[in-house]
């Protein structure tokens, strides 16, 4: 039997048969105002909303949206609140330039965004912070890295030869590139940013399949010239492999426009 109290579900009691004491919180699907504040957002990150651009009133968007305009008005307010936008008296709500203005919460939801559907300045400036922090981690672990990590690492690249999911691959081989640099903070910030990246992977590999086990070699050689201790050669081949996966993304971008094409 159980009981529901204050919102939650839990066991009455344990009678031996596997049940432990613990509570459930009661599960909510998204709100009309969280999917409108989620779309808007999107249009923003994605670059098809750019810093300066004005929103229809919010009448017109409740009525795009099949919504109520309180909906529409929470969400904007919401969004202002994170500084993706900015109500301006007898102008109406603007685009803000959230990444000349960041906040907490445009740096938190840019973390959590799990869509390719990137501003091509937010793309490039990804892979910029990939390529430094990344080549730095390959560069520290010629002389920090585990035995543990080596073989998590090399599993990794076995399994990518094998046919594994490049998505969780390569992803798992960069995590644990930046844990065996032996800094933190460079860990934590990569598994900060997991969504976007895999996201990115995955594209990488779907729309260029064929790069799979040509980098499967060049993770190889990665992890080889790590074991060496050979810095330069690891930095070198960090840039190179990145740089793979920049040349095939950049594809999907507009030459003047900046909007990611899908």
Excluded: W
Excluded at 49 to 61: A, I, Q, S, T
Excluded at 91 to 102: C, E, S
Excluded at 206 to 229: F, P, T
């Amino acid at each position: 039997p159980f009981m529901v109290h204050a919102g939650t579900i839990m066991p009455a009691t344990n009678t031996g048969g596997g049940i432990i004491s613990t509570i459930f919180t009661r599960l909510n699907t998204p709100t009309l105002k969280q999917n409108c504040t989620q779309a808007i957002m999107s249009k923003i990150i994605s670059g098809e909303l750019k810093p300066g651009d004005r929103l229809p009133p919010e009448r017109e968007l409740a009525e795009m949206m099949g919504i109520s305009r309180s909906s529409v008005n929470q969400s904007v307010l919401e969004l202002e609140s994170m500084g993706f936008l900015n109500i301006q008296p007898r102008r109406g709500t603007v685009v803000r330039d959230y990444r000349k203005y960041p906040t907490p919460q445009s740096l938190a939801a840019i973390m959590s965004y799990d869509s390719v559907e990137l501003d091509h300045s937010i793309f490039s400036d990804m892979m910029d912070f990939r390529r430094l922090v990344e080549m730095e981690c390959a560069r520290l672990a010629c002389e920090n890295i585990y035995d543990s990590t080596y073989a998590e690492m090399e599993g990794c690249i076995d399994a990518l030869e094998q046919g594994g999911d490049p998505e969780e691959q390569v992803y798992q081989f960069h995590y644990r590139l930046t844990q065996a640099s032996g800094n933190g903070i460079y860990s934590m910030f990569f598994r900060a940013f997991e969504s976007v990246i895999r996201a990115l992977i995955k594209q990488h590999y779907s729309v260029k399949a064929g790069d799979v086990q040509e980098s499967a070699r060049l993770h190889r050689r990665l992890l080889a010239a790590i074991k060496a201790k050979d810095e330069q050669q690891a930095v070198s081949l960090t840039r190179e492999i990145l740089s793979q996966g920049v040349a095939v993304l950049e594809e999907r971008y507009g030459s003047n426009d900046g909007v990611c094409k899908r």
